[in-house]
């Protein structure tokens, strides 16, 4: 089967043939269907961080089921689901307290899963590498969804809408008429749009670098777009009768975002972060500011979901209209265009590109 390979920080990706191995015991074998490109599969190609290569990248993608392994029992042969990148054990400290999203057998950033042509040892992006025409995962890690979703569309609830909807629900907890900035209006920004204005938010103030993304943001509901520059806690505060906004959503993953984020929240406001940035990318803030100001700042990974509850719950909003993902997608591509979507998504055009099987 063919998967799109990166094989080392700036060099460039190719689709190449793979070798998975047999479905193992508690495994399953997922045909994908459609496979977004998302930001944090950029960044383990770019040195902001620096998983193991050879690296199967994709992390956010749906298919089928087509082979389950001995003592399966989660899901069965032929049924649609979304990958799920940081499946819960219901075991650990983390998943015993509710916060399956901290669950420490997940997360981790690569792990060894089959071989190339030549029989080198390849890793998957987040235990999956789902840029790729088939993944062999542990049951868990998948997710059932009714067949009637379109695939593109389940395949974005497996990481940015989940990530963004559950930013804003979950870790942010922003309620009807609270006034909300997402900055970085990508899948996962524009899908923190989308989760502020079902929650009745209002103004949603959607901030991108690019002017280009106004129409996007507007389409995911935006009652506001600024083009982020030096002018932007001002421009925001005009927004929101000269205090700042109650929440702050950042969805880039850089310190100079999650300061503007701080700076254009009002006294008590909270700044969540949800990009994932580098770790040389120190944040600065004045100790007495902090205080003053009576900000929160509070990451958010996955949503703080739990998304083998959750992901369901939005796979039904999509079904009965209340939540309309189709102006996240963008791009509808093949694999062999994939290379292409990373140098995209590098300039910050565009919403999602998804590959189509
Ligand atoms: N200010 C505002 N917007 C910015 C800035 C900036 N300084 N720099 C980049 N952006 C915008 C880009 O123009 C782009 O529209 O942020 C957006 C990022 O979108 P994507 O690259 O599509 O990223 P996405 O997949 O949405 O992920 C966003 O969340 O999960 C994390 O690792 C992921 O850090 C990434 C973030
Ligand atoms: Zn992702």
């Not at 899963?113 to 030549?118: K, L, S």
């Not at 120190?282 to 959750?310: H, K, M, N, Q, T």
Request: with cysteine; glycine share 10%.
């Amino acid at each position: 089967m063919k998967a799109l390979i990166s094989r080392g920080v700036g060099r460039d990706l190719a689709v190449e043939d793979v070798h998975l191995p047999a479905t193992g015991a508690g495994e399953v074998r997922v045909r994908i269907r459609a496979a977004g490109v998302c930001h944090s599969d950029l960044s383990m190609t770019n040195g902001t961080v620096v998983p193991p290569y050879p690296l199967v990248l994709g992390h956010e993608a749906a298919g089928v089921v087509t082979e389950v392994g001995d003592g399966v029992e989660w899901v069965a042969v032929g049924q649609h689901v979304v990958l799920n990148w940081s499946p819960a054990c219901r075991q650990c400290w983390y998943c015993r307290r509710g916060e399956s999203w901290l669950c420490e057998s997940a997360g981790a950033a690569a792990v060894p899963r089959g071989t190339t042509a030549d029989g080198t040892p390849l890793h998957a992006t987040l235990g999956l590498g789902a840029l790729a025409q088939e993944v062999v995962v542990p049951e868990h890690a998948v997710i059932a969804v009714p067949d009637e979703v379109p695939f593109e569309q389940a395949a974005l609830l497996g990481c940015a809408v989940m990530t963004g909807a559950g930013a804003v629900a979950n870790t942010a907890g922003v309620a009807a008429g609270d006034s909300v900035l997402v900055i970085g209006l990508g899948g996962v920004g524009l899908s923190a749009v989308m989760a502020a204005r079902r929650a009745g938010a209002d103004p949603v103030i959607a901030v991108d670098v690019s002017p280009a993304k106004r129409e996007l943001a507007l389409a995911a509901g935006a009652t506001d777009f600024l083009v982020s520059d030096d002018t932007l806690s001002k421009a925001v505060r005009a927004l929101t009768d000269g205090r700042g906004a109650d929440h702050a959503i950042e969805c880039v993953g850089r310190a100079a975002t999650i300061r503007a984020a701080w700076r254009a929240t009002r006294r008590g406001g909270h700044v969540t972060v949800v990009g994932m940035g580098a770790k040389d990318d120190l944040l600065s803030l004045s100790a007495l500011d902090i205080f003053s100001s009576a900000r929160s700042l509070r990451a958010s990974v996955y949503g703080s979901a739990d998304p083998d509850r959750e992901v369901p719950e939005l796979a039904r909003a999509v079904l009965d209209g209340s939540l309309n993902l189709r102006p996240l997608v963008s791009h509808r591509i093949t694999l062999d265009e994939a290379p292409e979507a990373f140098a995209r998504m590098s300039r910050g055009e565009g919403a999602r590109s998804v590959v189509v099987f």
